[in-house]
């Protein structure tokens, strides 16, 4: 059984390798901001972690820097792929997006979807959506930046209610892509592992 297990991980690694495809889930890192159409930008930070993971459609952001003096959370993560996505923002606070506690957005080919839940002071459940260009470096980083999805002429898609609602959010992320000779090190680590799982097993 453990041979069997060492030869399909090593499968799925080639797999993975081949494809580009980043492993699930990984960190990532970059900033955030909140803009105003007239004003430009609000504030925000350069600190934002967290992590995507593409397998279970998920993502995560945090920051240790507070938004105009007052920290944020972040929860429930979705991740979208390319099509025409209708989402319930769950009637929690003012829909200043359509009216009818629904968004409506496109992600494109070579574009990531996400929307997650922020709160910030007493205010729970503020919805922001993002959609994301995707780069990738090969073998650097995959890059996430924010485009302007509404056609509002701010990054994001509007931020749809709570007392932020009409203003742009944008999440630049940025995560890990590993080298080839990393693959290339994981697979003779499971080569070994493979060899001594054969050698008990005689």
């Given at each position: 059984m453990?041979?069997?297990f060492t030869r399909?991980?090593?499968a799925a690694i080639l797999a993975t390798a081949s494809t580009g495809a980043l492993a699930s889930p990984v960190a990532w890192n970059g900033s955030f901001a909140v803009y105003d159409l007239n004003l430009g930008t609000i504030d925000g930070s350069n600190d934002v972690t967290g992590y995507i993971d593409m397998?279970?459609?998920t993502?995560?952001?945090a920051s240790t820097t507070p938004f105009m003096g007052i920290l944020w959370t972040a929860s429930g993560g979705t991740l979208y792929g390319p099509g025409t996505y209708t989402v319930?923002?769950?009637g929690d606070g003012l829909d200043a997006h359509s009216g009818d506690g629904n968004?409506?957005?496109t992600v494109g080919a070579g574009?990531?979807?996400g929307n997650i839940d922020v709160s910030w002071n007493l205010n729970n459940g503020i919805d922001v959506f993002q959609v994301w260009d995707v780069t990738t470096i090969p073998g650097v980083e995959t890059l996430y930046t924010p485009v302007d999805a509404d056609g509002d002429g701010l990054p994001g898609i509007t931020i749809i209610d709570g007392p932020f609602a009409g203003l742009g959010a944008g999440f630049?992320?940025?995560a890990p892509v590993p080298e080839a000779s990393t693959y290339a090190m994981l697979l003779a680590g499971l080569g070994l592992v493979g060899g001594m799982a054969a050698r008990r097993r005689t």
């Open positions: 453990k041979l069997a399909f991980a090593a397998a279970a459609g993502w995560s952001i319930s923002v769950n968004v409506t957005f574009q990531l979807g630049n992320m940025a």
